[in-house]
């Protein structure tokens, strides 16, 4: 015997010789490779290695260990079968303490040729490609444009992007794009809002803008006239507020002079140094109060000059007609247009737009 190499067991070789030619030469999926060995009640690692994590319930026996999707794959990919080694696929942490981590694959050290192999290295590249294609269609990147604005009408919670992908004998990829409640999603709160297709916010996103922006066709005429409105609100608003704190201003001006005076009449004993302190904390109470009004009515003011900016009901139409003629809209352009999406378990779907508000009813449809 040569030390240091591992000797294949021929009474389990076979089987993995199997599972490999059922996976690559005869196009089975990794389930139903488990449910033929399970069929035929071939003792799956389970019962070999006696690991207790591997059975179906672990109050019975060693009889009800089964093979699993998850252990094929495992095998599948187990360079051993091929004559490798592969260490350090675990390390520890630090000297100090006992816990170790995974290592990336990257950081494995594989030892080539260490003992004869049971499977053909033709066979084995096969079954790499054939996982790593199936690995990709399962790899999502959950980006959407619109999912930072949608939220469960029903608990409040922020919605979840979520796209699931099955790959089909023929080929043909199944794929469904749904928006669920976070909350729900963590199962908390006890919210029970059911998802929703994706194609549906999509849809009602463009009916609404669509619907909106046909209401704001208006003449340059009429745009002026909206200008000139908003205008003159905004202005009989702040003349109001300008008007109180010109009082207010007025009031603490007299304040200070009251100030001075008291302070004075102390200098010259007119008055004790204790009426000095009751009418000094009498006004410069007074003095802070008026303070703090005219900077509260001051805030009020700049708040409405902010909002004075008025609503460019050309560029509106611009953006909007933009969303409407491209395929995928970018997060940057719907910001301009949406505030905040919400739907709930009946599919009622409410959108919030920075110029309008909609809201529509509609139906799930059903996932292919």
């Known amino acids: 015997m040569q030390k240091n190499h591992l000797i294949p067991d021929l009474e389990v070789s076979h089987i993995v010789q199997e599972i ?7 196009g089975m999926t990794t389930s139903k490779i488990a449910d033929k060995l399970n069929e035929r009640k071939i003792e799956p690692p389970g019962v070999y290695l ?5 059975l179906k319930d672990k109050s019975k026996d060693l009889s009800e260990y089964e093979w699993r999707s998850v252990q094929i794959i495992n095998m599948l990919r187990n360079e051993v079968y091929i004559g490798n080694v592969v260490g350090r696929k675990f390390q520890k942490i630090s000297h100090k303490v006992d816990k170790v981590r995974a290592t990336k694959k990257d950081e494995y050290i594989i030892v080539k040729n260490m003992h004869k192999p049971i499977i053909d290295e033709l066979i084995w590249n096969k079954a790499q490609d054939k996982l790593n294609k199936y690995s990709k269609v399962k790899t999502v990147k959950n980006e ?22 099955r790959t089909r004998k023929s080929g043909y990829v199944w794929e469904q ?14 919210c029970t809002c059911k998802p929703i297709d994706e194609s549906i916010i999509i849809e009602n996103v463009k009916k609404t803008i669509k619907n909106e922006i046909e209401k704001i066709d208006y003449t340059d005429d009429e745009l002026l006239l909206i200008y000139k409105q908003a205008d003159e609100r905004v202005h009989s608003k702040t003349s109001i507020l300008e008007n109180k704190i010109k009082k207010l201003k007025q009031r603490l001006k ?7 005076e008291v302070y004075q009449d102390k200098r010259q004993q007119i008055i004790t140094i204790d009426d000095f302190n009751i009418f000094y904390k009498k006004l410069q109470k007074e003095k802070n109060e008026l303070l703090c009004e005219i900077h509260e009515l001051e805030t009020q003011i700049l708040a409405i000059e902010k909002d004075k900016t008025q609503t460019d009901y050309t560029e509106i139409k611009k953006l ?3 969303l409407l003629s491209i395929e ?26 920075t110029f309008g508000h909609s809201e529509i009813n509609t139906e799930l449809k059903e996932a292919i």
């Open 20 to 26: 490999f030619d059922m996976y690559v030469n005869k």
């Open 50 to 54: 006696k690991l207790p994590n591997l």
């Open 144 to 165: 959407q444009s619109l999912k930072d604005f949608i939220y469960c009408a029903e608990c409040g919670g922020k919605a979840t992007y979520r796209v699931r992908r």
């Open 177 to 190: 794009k749904t928006f669920i409640c976070s909350n729900k999603n963590i199962h908390i709160n006890n």
């Open 254 to 260: 007299d304040n200070s002079d009251e100030i001075e």
């Open 320 to 322: 909007a007609q933009e």
């Open 328 to 353: 995928n809209p970018s997060k940057q352009l719907y910001s301009k247009l949406i505030e905040k999406i919400e739907f709930d378990s009946n599919k009622t779907v409410t959108i919030t737009l």
